[in-house]
């Protein structure tokens, strides 16, 4: 049995043989906190302990760090939310120019709100 961690659609998720087992949520925490988490698991999972503890010890990391730690960290998740406001804001208006099948002008635009939901 093959047991990782991957990230899919913006959330950390644990696989075993390629499917999905669990969904690490990220609930009431801000994106920062989250990113360090899902960083965090990534760095130091082992599929031999529960999954459970391992994602309190990752909250216990975010924790500890310093404020201005924190803050770097939610200075970079802000920049890229913002990045990711700005490209699908800029590929939206291109996208509302092109001529072309509505029906596929449909599923691109939803492609790219889509992709910018994963910075949300």
């Given at each position: 049995m093959v047991t990782r961690l991957e990230v899919i659609d913006g959330s950390l998720h644990v696989?075993?043989?390629?499917?999905?087992?669990?969904?690490?949520e990220r609930?009431?925490?801000?994106?920062?906190?989250y990113k360090h988490m899902c960083a965090w698991m990534q760095t130091n999972f082992d599929p031999k302990l529960n999954i459970?503890?391992?994602?309190?010890?990752?909250?216990?990391?975010?924790?500890?760090?310093?404020?201005?730690?924190?803050?770097?960290?939610w200075s970079i998740v802000n920049y890229e939310t913002q990045s990711a406001k700005d490209i699908s804001e800029?590929?939206?208006?291109?996208?509302?120019?092109?001529?072309g099948c509505a029906n596929v002008k449909e599923e691109f635009k939803k492609a790219i709100q889509n992709a910018r939901d994963i910075f949300e």
């Amino acid at each position: 049995m093959v047991t990782r961690l991957e990230v899919i659609d913006g959330s950390l998720h644990v696989l075993e043989n390629d499917e999905v087992i669990h969904e690490f949520e990220r609930g009431p925490l801000s994106r920062a906190a989250y990113k360090h988490m899902c960083a965090w698991m990534q760095t130091n999972f082992d599929p031999k302990l529960n999954i459970h503890e391992q994602w309190t010890h990752a909250r216990i990391a975010w924790d500890s760090l310093s404020l201005s730690n924190q803050t770097a960290v939610w200075s970079i998740v802000n920049y890229e939310t913002q990045s990711a406001k700005d490209i699908s804001e800029g590929l939206l208006a291109t996208l509302h120019g092109y001529q072309g099948c509505a029906n596929v002008k449909e599923e691109f635009k939803k492609a790219i709100q889509n992709a910018r939901d994963i910075f949300e």
